[in-house]
């Protein structure tokens, strides 16, 4: 719906049409995951377990197009890698704010989660806490959809996804 100039995302429907065209599929050789074109140029940010050991990766762009993808960037800290493709004028994503979280508000996340075949798959959940720079969630993540974006209802991506974590005792967790 629009009202003057101003575009007023009104469905899950209207925040997926926006945000899915910049979503890509990673293939890094022995692993896959999900990605998110943050810059027309074709900077793409991803989790930087998704890209561990390679030094280049195939990106399937939405249109289903291949592209050679470049690491150039890696946050181990913060599991945090960037991409870079050659091509045109891509699909981009507004990034939000996730200062401005609070536990209870409502999330989605997208990507290619088990490497399904066909297009991006969508889950929605909500925002169950949030401790130091983690959200923790309760929208299904799995394998696969690592690297994808959670994004708030304002169509923003407010973080970057990953199956689970290790915690101390050795046992892996979900949804944060």
């Known amino acids: 719906c629009i ?6 995302i009104t469905t899950i429907e209207d925040i997926v049409a926006l ?23 074709g900077y793409i940010l991803t989790n930087s377990h998704v890209v561990k ?17 470049r690491i150039t ?6 599991d945090l890698a ?10 981009t994503v507004t990034l939000g704010d996730s200062s401005k979280l609070r536990s209870g508000q409502e999330v989605i996340a997208i990507g290619y989660p088990l490497d399904l075949p066909g ?16 959200i923790q969630t309760d929208v299904a993540i799995n394998p696969g959809n690592s690297g994808g974006p959670l994004i708030n209802l304002k169509g923003e991506v407010i973080g ?3 199956a689970g974590i290790r915690i101390d005792s050795g046992r892996t967790v979900q949804g944060i």
């Open 3 to 8: 009202t003057g100039r101003i575009n007023i």
């Open 19 to 41: 945000v899915s065209p910049a979503v890509v599929r990673i293939d890094a050789q022995k692993t896959m995951g999900s990605g998110i074109n943050i810059d027309k140029d």
């Open 53 to 69: 050991g390679v030094t280049s990766v195939t990106v399937e762009l939405s249109s289903g197009e291949k592209l050679r993808g």
């Open 73 to 78: 960037g890696r946050d181990e800290i913060n």
């Open 82 to 91: 960037i991409l870079k493709i050659d091509s045109g004028s891509l699909s």
């Open 119 to 134: 297009g991006v798959t969508v889950t929605k959940g909500i925002v169950s806490a949030i401790r130091e720079s983690e």
């Open 160 to 162: 970057v996804n990953f």
